[in-house]
């Protein structure tokens, strides 16, 4: 895989912009998109610094025609787009219960901000199915079209360990990821016979400013959840962004060739583990 113009969404966050700068040095065509213009900038900049070619592009992926005017944007400066990484993602709080369990004493509960199942705000959840899901099928739609029929193209979207199995609290965040991974390989189907590979990472636990609150402590200790998560992965700690890229330099290249399909864990054996 060398030369290729590479389409990063959500690519000012924390992944995305470490994913941005690995292929960066691998001597590829970097558009760094993200709702946050700034954001992009900033990760362009710095791949720019480092001698890398790099463009930052203000496109909101829920947006058709802020991503087709992203798509003239990259055109003018650097071709039609061989890769895209479906980045942008995230939960949202009111798709999301205050505890793991249902109680029997929960309904009594007054406490402010205090959230059952019964209080989940539908605007929530369709908030997150529409960041994760949509917001991989549109930009999709977008740059796809670029690719049909090219050598060397492919799609990584990004799931996550809740796509296997939801994780407690976040009903919405997991069943959207879980429509995602569903997502990966009914494109890989579909787009199998004019060379697109469709693939996804599942990352595991990765600490940024998304999930910081919910895992750590103010003076960096780790929460009851973080501690859940930590026993619960074999290998003992977080991710760090820089654990995906091998991945994704192998999905996206040419040993990955008759790939297509798979929802990768990067995950330090979370999945693997039943806990005994
Ligand atoms: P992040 O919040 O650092 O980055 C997400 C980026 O997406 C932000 O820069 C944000 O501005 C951008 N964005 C939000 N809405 C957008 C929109 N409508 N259009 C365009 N851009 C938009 O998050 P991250 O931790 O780097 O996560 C990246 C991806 O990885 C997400 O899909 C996330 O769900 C997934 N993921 C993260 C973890 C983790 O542990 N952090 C684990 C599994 C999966």
Not at 14 to 38: F, P, Q, W
Not at 42 to 52: C, L, M, N, Q
Not at 198 to 217: C, H, I, K, W
Request: charged share 15%.
């Amino acid at each position: 895989m060398t030369n290729k113009t590479i389409v990063l969404t959500g690519a000012g966050g924390v992944l995305c912009s470490t994913l941005a700068m690995a292929l960066a040095k691998e001597g590829h065509r970097i558009a760094v998109l993200d709702l946050n213009k700034e954001a992009a900038d900033k990760v362009a900049e710095e791949i720019t610094h480092d001698g890398g070619t790099a463009l930052g592009v203000a496109a909101n992926v829920l947006q058709k025609d802020s991503l087709e005017k992203a798509k003239q944007t990259v055109h003018a400066k650097f071709g039609a787009c061989d890769i895209l990484i479906n980045g942008a993602g995230g939960n949202h709080p009111l798709g999301t219960t205050s505890n793991p369990f249902f109680e029997m004493d929960d309904l009594k509960n007054t406490a402010e901000g205090f959230k059952t199942f019964f209080d989940l705000d539908a605007d929530g959840i369709q908030f997150t199915f529409n960041l994760n899901f949509i917001g991989t099928l549109l930009p999709t739609q977008v740059f796809a079209a670029d690719m049909v029929g090219k050598d060397g193209c492919s799609i990584l979207n990004i799931s996550s360990m809740n796509a296997f199995t939801p994780l407690t609290k976040i009903p919405a965040y997991s069943g959207a990821k879980a429509a995602v991974s569903n997502f990966t390989q009914w494109l890989a189907v579909h787009f199998s016979k004019v060379g697109i590979r469709v693939n996804a990472l599942a990352p595991g636990f990765f600490l940024t400013d998304q999930n910081r609150a919910l895992l750590t402590e103010s003076d960096g200790s780790l929460t009851p959840r973080g501690n859940t998560i930590i026993g619960q992965t074999p290998m003992g700690r977080f991710g760090e962004p820089e654990d995906l890229i091998g991945t994704t330099l192998w999905l996206c290249g040419n040993g990955a060739s008759f790939v297509t399909g798979v929802v990768v864990p990067v995950d330090g054996g979370f999945s693997a583990f039943s806990g005994v």
